[in-house]
């Protein structure tokens, strides 16, 4: 398996969300503890980090991360910050408070996340996604002679 593959298998697996804020901050405190376990923090639509983050700047990224979230995400719950494994994370999927969609449930077509941790070097991810169906027939037939 390439580690394209593998990174992509690991973002399209099982995840739980940190649905309260208080799990929220339980979930911050496991990855403070593991500030130096070679995270990848990702802001999808950027070019893909190739370098882990040293522990100041985790930590520095998981305070402003948290600050961006609670000032953005108006709700009495948090909902939107997802990991594989809530007391021994590898895999955080963060969405965008202002860009949800359907973030949480079943979608066809969900929406990317804002930022991603992994402890994987992570991969293009808006080039992985394939266009639907419908703007594919557009595309082809605004193209064809």
Known sequence: MTEQ???LVAFR??????LRWHHLDDLWGVL??????GWYVYAVGETPPSTVLDSAA???FISEIDT???EEHKENYCGIVYADDLRQP???????PNNLGV???????????GWVLSKIPPVDLPATQ??????KRWWRRLFSS
């Open 90 to 96: 590898s895999f955080v999927k963060i969405y965008d």
């Open 5 to 7: 593959q593998h990174y």
């Open 13 to 18: 697996g099982s995840f739980t969300s940190a």
């Open 130 to 135: 394939q266009l639907p169906n419908n703007r």
């Open 103 to 113: 973030s949480c449930g079943y979608s066809d077509n969900p929406p990317l996340p």
């Open 32 to 37: 403070r503890e593991d500030a130096e376990g």
């Open 68 to 70: 961006l979230l609670r």
């Open 58 to 60: 985790f930590n520095r």
